[in-house]
C-alpha cells in the first residue's frame, strides 16, 4: 500500500474513532452541540435583558422537555418545598455533555401553584435537605407534567478546572466579588451570572434572569456575608479575640 493511502486511511480510521468516541460520550437522547457552540460563557440576553440563553436553554420559556431533549434522557425530577413551604422543581442531569464538556447541570423550573400541590400528594414522605426543606420524587404518573414545567434557572458544574485567567478571558472582569470558604462568587449582573471559582479550581455557575439577580443570587450572598460578620462580631465581644487568621 503506498504512503499515500496509509494516510487517507489512518485519517479515515481517526475519523471514525472520533464519531465513535463523541457517540458514547452523549447520553442518550442528546443533541450534540455544534462546533463552538453551548460554551458557559456564550450567554445572551434576550428580550431587551429581560431573560438569557445559555447551552441552547432560555430561562423563562425553555420547558424541561427542551432540556432532555438537548442534554439526554438521563436526569432525575425533583419537587422540593423550602422553609416558608414554597414548592419548586428541579431537573438534575448526571452526566451531560454540553459544548464538548462533561458537566452536571441541575435546572429550577416552575408550574403553576395548583399542579405543584397536586404532585406533592402523589410523591409520598419526602426527606429532609440540609436547608431545613424537603425533597420530594416526582411520582411517574407526573413525569409528563414536570416535563411542561418552564425553566427559570440553571446551574451548571463543569468537570473541567477553571482558574481566575480563563474565567477573566472567557467572562470578563465581574461587577462584584464576594468572598467565600475556599474561593470567591464572581458576579456579572448583566449576564444574570453568579460564578463561585474555588481555590482548587473547582467552579459553580447559576444563571437566572438579569432582573431577577439581586433578589435570586446577590442578595442572600449578601445577607450571608453580613451573618456572618455579625457572627463573628458577637465572638469577639464573647471571647475578647479575633477569629481571622494571623
Keep these: 500500500m503506498s504512503r499515500h493511502w496509509k494516510i487517507l486511511l489512518f485519517g ?128 411517574a404518573a407526573d413525569h409528563e407534567l414536570v416535563l411542561g414545567a418552564v425553566i427559570t434557572a440553571i446551574t451548571y458544574l463543569p468537570a473541567v478546572e477553571f482558574d481566575a485567567g480563563l474565567v477573566r478571558k472567557r467572562f470578563g472582569e465581574p461587577a462584584e466579588r464576594i468572598a467565600a470558604k475556599d474561593g470567591a462568587h464572581w458576579l456579572y449582573p448583566a449576564l444574570g451570572l453568579d460564578l463561585l471559582l474555588g481555590d482548587n479550581g473547582e467552579s459553580l455557575l447559576q444563571y437566572v434572569p438579569p432582573p431577577e439577580f439581586e433578589q435570586r443570587l446577590r442578595a442572600p450572598l449578601r445577607n450571608r456575608e453580613e451573618k456572618e460578620h455579625d457572627d463573628t462580631a458577637r465572638s469577639i465581644r464573647r471571647d475578647g479575640q479575633s477569629h481571622r487568621p494571623q
Design 12 to 139: 479515515a480510521l481517526c475519523l471514525a474513532l472520533s464519531a465513535f468516541f463523541l457517540a458514547i460520550m452523549r447520553p442518550p437522547g442528546g443533541r450534540s452541540s455544534a462546533p463552538g457552540q453551548d460554551w458557559p460563557w456564550q450567554v445572551t440576553r434576550v428580550r431587551d435583558g429581560a431573560t438569557i440563553t445559555v447551552f441552547g436553554l432560555t430561562l423563562g420559556e425553555s420547558t424541561v422537555r427542551d432540556a432532555v431533549n438537548k442534554l439526554g434522557r438521563r436526569y432525575e425530577l425533583g419537587l422540593f418545598q423550602d422553609q416558608a413551604d414554597r414548592l419548586s422543581l428541579e431537573a438534575y442531569f448526571r452526566d451531560a455533555v454540553v459544548g464538548g464538556l462533561n458537566a452536571r447541570l441541575v435546572l429550577s423550573a416552575q408550574l403553576p401553584a395548583e399542579l405543584l400541590d397536586a404532585i406533592k400528594t402523589h410523591a409520598g414522605s419526602g426527606q429532609s435537605t440540609v436547608a431545613g426543606g424537603r425533597r420530594y420524587p416526582v411520582a
